[in-house]
């Protein structure tokens, strides 16, 4: 059950579970309990529109498990653990502070794709103690009289001791991989391809995902390691608040005033309107529209055979431009500008 709840969860954003793997799921259960409860099981194999009785079907063949793929999810396991404790750790400072407790809505991803040099040579001698040890380290005390010896290490000294019992602590969890010096798979397109997942677990409307070689905050750069990505937490950047009107017969959808903020695209502003609006589920399709008058659009009668007929679909490739000093917003496409007025009008289906 575990796994399954896993699997939805990841599939908690706007990516859809695979009917397949339901179904063999479902399947698969329903062979294993069969002797224990054979009329439940056989019960389900008949909704399943299985021939014969379950009695019958041959035993689950588990094909070996992917090393990689393993390690992969639990990194993405991990990293998320991680990454909602810092917004847990975020929003309490915030509240310690009396600051504003409304929740991020923009994050920074750094990844490491190697070690600095020291806890390069700090991972080479314990991966030298490793082996010499037959797959067991030595007490820390033996192992500081190592690292002592090294002269390149001498002025990392109160680093080196910490970093050694993060490693052990590691070991103890994810066994010799702990030890690798790089990642042994692309954190970053394992990252992009969870995006969905990252920004439905942590209520997020964008990510930005970057390496630590490019200039980055010192903190960063001494917290993030392979294997081991940082989350940066940024509050909303000033915007102007526009009218998002629903306009179709019948919906029970209604007004919701939003910000715009200059560089959002469709996206982002789909994600922000279901995080506001509880009414919008997660699964829905949400499509954008302009009026094609942004002046008096939003002021004339409409016709319920035809709400839209006044307005336009805003392409999933525009992007967003504020004027903050005039308080306009202009959508921008393919090379052309359009004034939006104050009011998007927004449509939801299942």
Sequence with gaps: MGYRDKYREHCGGDTEMHVDMVFKWIETQAIILSPICPHVSEQIWQILGKDGFIVCAKWPIIPPADDL??????????????????????????QKK??????????????????????????????????????????????????????????FMKKTMPFV?????????????????????????????????????????????????????????????????????KEQEPGITITFRNVDPCSGLFDIEIPIINGDTVAIIIRRLK?????????????LWRYLDPLGGDRKLIRSKNSLENNERIPD????KVDIQSGKIYLQNNGNKFYLGNTIVYRSSN
């Excluded at 052990?168 to 969870?194: P, W, Y």
């Excluded at 990252?198 to 980055?216: H, R, W």
């Design 98 to 155: 009396g600051k504003d407790t409304n929740p991020p809505s923009e994050a920074i991803i750094y990844f490491a794709e190697e070690y600095p040099s020291w806890q390069k040579e700090v991972l080479g001698l314990l991966n030298q103690c490793y082996l010499e040890g037959n797959g067991e380290l030595p007490d820390n005390k033996e192992i500081s009289r190592r690292l002592g010896a090294i002269e390149s290490l001498k002025k």
């Design 317 to 320: 490739s525009a992007q967003f």
């Design 165 to 233: 019992q993060l490693i052990r602590e590691n070991l103890a969890i994810h066994g010799e991989s702990a030890l690798d010096i790089a990642c042994r798979f692309d954190q970053k397109e394992v990252l992009e391809q969870n995006l969905d997942y990252i920004l439905s677990a942590l209520d997020l409307e964008s990510v930005t995902i970057t390496d630590v070689k490019g200039v980055v905050p010192a903190n960063v750069l001494e917290m993030t390691c392979p294997g081991k990505p940082i989350i940066m937490y």
């Design 275 to 287: 995080r506001v609006s509880k009414d919008l589920k997660p699964k829905q399709t949400v499509s």
């Design 69 to 94: 793929i393993t390690k992969k999810a639990e990194f993405m396991d991990d990293t998320i653990r991680d990454f909602r404790l810092r917004l847990k750790n975020h929003m309490n400072l915030k």
